[in-house]
């Protein structure tokens, strides 16, 4: 059966959003740069008037449809290494969506069984300890990303337990907002071996009680642990809640009370 969100207009293969716009991707764009010129003239004068967006997605390899694009009203929208998506607003009013408005961080608050704390010290802003932790990649989980930014600082292997703060931080890194999510992770090995040389000059185990006494740990730091030494936070469900959806996800919740 025929999407019937899909529509052929001005020889352009076009999709609908749920913003009444069209989107047209780089793949249905025509190769000859004057017959996309011609095209989309057409299209902007076929759905002015019933339409309230108009999306291009340009790949990288087809950059010199830019300019084209631009003489015809379409400003940038967002980019990635190899495309920019680029957006014609036909109606005043119009919603656009904007995109990759924050970006994320995850920390982790890593104690083993001698109350010891794991911190580390970078190489650029090497004036406090911190918690380890790192940027949040692409289509990664907050779990998944605590693991590895920690095993890349640190050389120590962590289980994530759960959440314990987060912090909003703006502007930030691009001129966006930033979410810093804070965790308690359980220490399976104990050996450091700092893999990211180039970011972290060195890694520790501290006792706790000194910890808090030390000048070179920010109070932030400090407010983050007594959090996590308090047991409460947001635990991952094992449970198959919408489990009926096909993309991955993760869902974080107050452990329930067993009374």
């Not at 087809?62 to 940038?76: L, R």
């Not at 890349?152 to 314990?164: A, K, N, Q």
């Not at 450091?192 to 740990?217: Q, T, Y």
Request: proline share 3%; glycine share 4%; charged share 25%.
């Amino acid at each position: 059966m025929m999407n019937s969100s899909i529509e052929y207009i001005a020889n352009f293969k076009t999709s609908l959003d749920p913003y009444n716009g069209i989107t047209i991707l780089s793949e249905d764009l025509p190769k000859d740069i004057l017959e996309f010129e011609h095209n989309l003239k057409d299209l902007i004068q076929n759905v002015k008037d019933n339409k309230n967006l108009i999306w291009i997605y340009i790949d990288i390899k087809k950059s010199d449809f830019i300019p084209i694009a631009t003489k015809f009203g379409f400003t940038f929208h967002s980019c990635n290494s190899d495309y920019i998506l680029l957006v014609k607003v036909l109606k005043q009013n119009a919603i656009v969506p904007n995109l990759a408005n924050h970006t994320l961080g995850v920390g982790a608050v890593v104690i083993n069984s001698k109350n010891e704390i794991l911190l580390i010290k970078e190489i650029i802003r090497n004036e406090y300890y911190k918690l380890p932790g790192g940027h949040i990649d692409d289509a990664e989980m907050i779990s998944q990303a605590l693991s590895r930014e920690v095993f890349e600082e640190t050389g120590v292997v962590v289980d994530f337990e759960r959440i314990i703060s987060i912090g909003h931080f703006y502007p930030h890194q691009f001129h966006k907002s930033n979410l810093y999510v804070l965790c308690k992770a359980i220490p399976k090995s104990l050996k450091i071996d700092v893999k990211d040389k180039k970011e972290i000059s060195e890694a520790i185990w501290l006792n706790l009680d000194e910890m808090f006494k030390r000048d070179d740990i920010h109070d932030y730091t400090k407010t983050i642990v007594k959090s996590a030494l308090s047991g409460q936070g947001l635990y991952k469900s094992e449970t198959p809640i919408l489990s009926h959806l096909k993309n991955e996800f993760e869902l974080f919740f107050v452990k329930e009370s067993k009374n």
